[in-house]
């Protein structure tokens, strides 16, 4: 349906509906005026045609308006439910040539070249059905065509065939007349082409302008029950750490040293929790706000798997837990050009929450290859553990920002998180994957790694 010049394959479904509805819906077909001007065509031939011809002609133009009627009595339900758009368009393309052929008949029928009133009326009748065919039919050139055509050019040729200069040059006005009535047909197409992408672009303003206020609104309460939370838990160190100097101040000085003893290591980490929830508000911010500066190195996978290892492996032993690094399978595979410190930082964050939702079994971390990625970045970094696994109807929101969810216990960070390293990923051009069945371990796969230029 491309007529005028390349669309987006939206707005030509756009436009495909509205002139399907146009057609099925808003063309008045003229039944009275139709009617009228063949019952006085057929008073034109009646004694220079024969009768059963005339009659032939009048029930074949009578069955085609019938036939049309039925058509589009029969799509309705189909547009109704969002269907039919092309049948309605090429069924009426088929019916405006089966309608131009039947007028174009009567000219076959009726022409007499020695009769200067048949040609005169003749001209008159093709004329006045060309021309009121542009403005309803052109909206769809192909109908516009199918119609008009087979109306116009046998009354031209059949002056041609004549063979006089008089009945050439009419035959020639003719065919001009056709080309401007074609060419007046093609403004109004571009005309009604141009409507259709005005409405299409202001309803997808509207729904654009929907979806971002409806986000916005949704976003707005997010981050008002998220602030709320973490408001909450900003003041429990805060108000540990009160207490703890409250105890301090009330102590006599004589036992003031063994309640330093106590109460000093509680106070550490009270400061701790308190900072560690400030830095994680605070890198978040920065990777929302684009500041975050990267600084690209070469770097060797194998001893940021033994840092990390290092880092973890206390913690997953006093759970009992396995946690297993594995060896980068090929030399090539073992150098990946990256910020380290947004690499470790994003596989902290997944082993975390890995050995964290693993009451018991294993976590494992190694590399492989996922084919449906840009050559030389075909490297994945996977996280593997047996543990609770996670809900699918939670699995779309997991990486979302202002939000936690109990079942993974996210209350210490409330999701920042998966959405930090989320964030950090994309940085690196990279994203992270999930697969999980709740009760079956959860696996995070970050994907997209670029490898180490050699």
Known sequence: MQWTRPQSAARQAYEEKAFALYFAYEIPFPYIGVTLMALTCAWLMYGQVATHYIVVWLVTGGALSVLREVFVWHM???????????????????????????????????????????????????????????TPVSIFLPAYYAAVLPTVLPFAIMLALVGTVEHSVLAGMTLVFLASTSGYAHVTNRLHRESMRLRFENQQLIADLGERRAAAEVAS?????????????????????????????????????????????????????????????????????????????????????????????????????????ATPRARRHAHVWADRRLLESILQNLISNAIKHTPAGAVYVGTRLRMDYPVGRQLCIEVRDSGTGIASHLQPQLFEAYRSFDDRQASESHGLGLAIAKAQATYLGCDIRLRSREGQGSTFTLCGIALAPT
């Open 221 to 325: 309460q997010t981050k008002s029950l998220f602030l709320a939370g973490v408001s909450h838990d900003l003041k429990q160190p805060i108000r540990a750490i009160g207490l703890y100097l409250g105890v301090l101040q009330h102590t006599e000085p004589a036992a003031q040293a063994v309640a330093l003893a106590s109460v000093v290591p509680k106070m550490e980490k009270a400061l701790g929790e308190l900072h560690g929830q400030v830095s994680r508000l605070l890198e978040l911010s920065r990777l929302e706000s684009g500041a975050l500066q990267l600084h690209m190195e070469h770097v060797e996978l194998q001893p940021v798997f033994a840092g990390l290892h290092a880092l973890f492996g206390e913690q997953a032993r006093n759970k009992g837990i396995r946690l297993h690094f």
């Open 76 to 134: 309705k339900p189909k547009l109704e439910r969002g269907e039919g758009y092309q049948a309605i368009l090429w069924g009426f393309t088929l019916s405006s040539f089966l309608t131009g052929a039947t007028w174009g008949m009567f000219t076959w029928m009726y022409f007499d070249a020695g009769r200067p009133l048949s040609l005169l009326m003749a001209g008159s009748v093709v004329a006045g059905l060309a021309g009121g065919t542009v």
